[in-house]
């Protein structure tokens, strides 16, 4: 027998004598999923406290609490037309009303015990905490069903232990559920999560997969990022039918859990009006109708039984794909080239290929060069894990050892191509690394004890093998030292309170800075980051890049009453290429034309022009305007 390995702990805390305790129990895995969102949440509140109150996070997430709050003032549950962007056309956005209603439901009954804006930041902070414990608990759920082989309980439970105390460690995980993030990321991660470890459970109760077709379901209505992750294990399910036959009440539940779910959602969130509308950026009729025909299909292939049940299974399952393939291109054919197959090209060089979300790894290594080793460091020791336990027979006859290693590299994959999908690798990681560090407690201490447990995880925490990848390559190629990056006030709440004083108006500006202007102030913006509104955002970029003398007539032809500018923008990816009379250049450069009069004061994040009447002449600026009001510094 080969010698136990060594480990880097001293002896005597490895033998002492504590057994590992059984957490498998389901109610106990809840609990841990539970403690884990509240360290990660404490951790994380006490680095955001700052900022937290004072900004609302990105974009997206200042246009959701826009839409809850249009909720709050009577738009009705299907009503999602945003008046206020591009007007007079406005934007329907196709975002999920699910989400809305969620995040509606939970400040109302904060509301009943504190104000209107308390209640939303306490939203803010609990709505992102509530994600992570789905997110833990399927991740711990992954880790025991990984760990249960060879009916050795004692590797289950160790592997159990494991993963409670990774995702403590690993901060890195949390960018998508961070106090205040109340976009659609954080609750498709935690679907996607959930869905693997329901399909990978085995009978003879069918409440995983089941479980696991529901949150495909919901997933999918939610938003169509994990797309490429439930197809997989729809997939993966598929093959699970007809390797393992025995397990086809498995199948069928999650079948039958899919299809209900998706259909389900997709009335429930959908009016009646828009039944029939195609998308390709959504859950629209032809996904609907894919996605049930997929999942009613999976559901009678799972049905047939008798000698030959396998290859009509088989037979089955491939027409109930190419019906489901179908009906999905079929309806709408422009899906073939993605979920932005319908965006206006001409937005694309100056906006779309520059958010820095979608950028793919080698962009981000050359730019945030941390930021990617930390996001990688994860997968990497997972996929290295994933192949040593791949060793053992009894593990490559293993339908969950198979689907978290596909759905590793799918992360892999897709987190190459755009950045804001390396969460979802890094989310898969943690339950193979806690299995890797019960294997290697086990392999040092046959009946392992908490504190061999805890030190293999503490050992194979991907934090400190980042961090020590951090430190080697400063050791060997010396950091350049420049001057810090200056703090982005652009998104703050004070950067907008000299508008927020002003009569409602529609504001022109770089396209990042409408979401916030909703947010924050009663005017409306010409443009905002939203791939279906390029009316808007072609009309504002007309008017930006245009020569100043040009650009008054312009602006005032779509009804341009303020211009916002961020003068710490000036370097992105807009500004290349444009004149130097351009107006925004001007802007930039702190020469406004004439016909703007400046609102804000020395210093202010977002300085805030007022377009001057008609016919205005100097000595009387500001005529036909009341007063700005008092300016605080």
């Known amino acids: 027998m080969a010698a136990p390995a060594k480990l880097p702990v001293p002896r005597f805390l490895l033998r002492w004598p504590w057994p590992a305790p059984d957490l498998t129990a ?92 308390t209640a939303e930041l306490w939203t803010r902070i609990v709505w992102p905490a509530l994600w992570i414990v789905p997110a833990a608990g399927a991740s711990l759920v992954m880790a025991r069903r990984l760990g249960d082989v060879a009916a050795d309980q004692n590797l289950k439970r160790t592997a159990v232990i494991a993963g409670l105390i990774l995702p403590c460690l690993n901060l890195t995980i949390y960018s998508q559920f961070r106090p205040g993030r109340v976009d659609h990321h954080d609750a498709q991660i935690a679907l996607a999560l959930v869905a693997l470890a329901g399909a990978v459970q085995r009978g003879p109760s069918i409440i995983g997969p089941l479980i696991a077709g529901l949150a495909g379901g919901v997933g999918l209505a939610i938003g169509l990022e994990a797309l490429v992750f439930q197809a997989l294990i729809g997939a993966a399910m598929g093959l699970r039918l007809v390797i393992w036959p025995e397990d086809r009440r498995l199948v069928q539940a999650y079948g039958l859990g899919m299809a209900f779910a998706t259909l389900a959602a997709f009335e429930i969130q959908t009016p009646a009006w828009r039944w029939g509308v195609m998308a390709c950026d959504a859950l629209g009729f032809n996904l609907a109708v894919a996605v049930g025909l997929a999942g009613g299909g999976m559901a009678i292939a799972a049905s047939v039984t008798g000698p030959k049940a396998r290859w009509i299974s088989l037979g089955l399952l491939g027409l109930a794909g190419l019906a489901a393939a179908g009906a999905y291109l079929g309806l709408d054919r422009n899906c073939l080239k993605g979920p932005f197959a319908d965006v206006d090209p001409a937005i694309k060089p100056f906006w779309l290929d520059n958010v820095s979300e979608v950028f793919n790894f080698p962009r981000v290594w050359k730019a945030r060069q941390n930021d990617a080793i930390a996001t990688a460091m994860p997968p990497l020791m997972a996929l ?250």
């Open 26 to 117: 389901p109610w106990r895995l809840a609990a841990g999923a539970a403690l884990v969102a509240l360290v990660a949440t404490v951790a994380m509140c006490r680095q955001d406290s700052a900022w937290l109150p004072n900004a609302l996070g990105d974009t997206d997430d200042a246009m959701r609490l826009v839409m809850v709050r249009d909720m709050f003032a009577g738009h009705g549950w299907w009503d999602q037309r945003i008046t206020r962007l591009q007007p007079p056309v406005g934007l329907y956005m196709h975002w999920s009303r699910l989400l809305d209603g969620g995040l509606y439901l939970m400040q109302s009954l904060f509301r009943l015990f504190v104000s209107p804006r």
């Open 384 to 633: 290295a894990i994933w192949t040593l336990l791949g060793l053992r027979k009894e593990r490559r006859t293993d339908f969950a050892w198979w689907l978290s290693g596909g759905m590793l590299l799918a992360g892999m994959a897709t987190g190459w191509t755009a950045i804001r999908m390396g969460s979802y690798p890094e989310w898969f990681a943690m339950a193979l690394i806690a299995v890797g560090a019960a294997e290697l407690a086990r392999r040092y201490q046959p009946q392992v004890g908490v504190i061999a447990a805890i030190a293999c995880a503490l050992l194979l925490a991907p934090v400190g093998w980042t961090g020590a990848t951090l430190w080697a390559r400063d050791a060997i190629w010396p950091p350049k030292k420049g001057a810090p990056s200056p703090v982005d006030y652009c998104f703050s709440a004070f950067a907008y309170r000299d508008l927020a004083k002003l009569p409602a108006g529609l504001s022109l500006s770089e396209i990042d800075l409408g979401p916030f202007v909703l947010a924050h102030t009663p005017s409306s913006s010409i443009s905002a980051p939203y791939h279906r509104m390029s009316f808007g955002i072609m009309e504002a970029r007309r008017v930006l890049i245009a020569p100043v003398d040009k650009a008054e007539a312009m602006a005032r032809a779509i009804g341009v009453t303020y211009v916002l500018e961020c003068p710490l923008h000036k370097n992105h990816a807009d500004r290349v290429d444009l004149r130097a009379d351009a107006l925004q250049t001007r802007l930039d450069a702190d020469k406004p034309p004439a016909w703007l009069e400046r609102i804000s004061p020395p210093k202010t994040p977002v300085i805030l022009y007022r377009v001057r009447p008609v016919g205005w002449t100097r000595g009387k600026v500001g005529t036909g305007f009341p007063p700005a009001g008092p300016r605080k510094s």
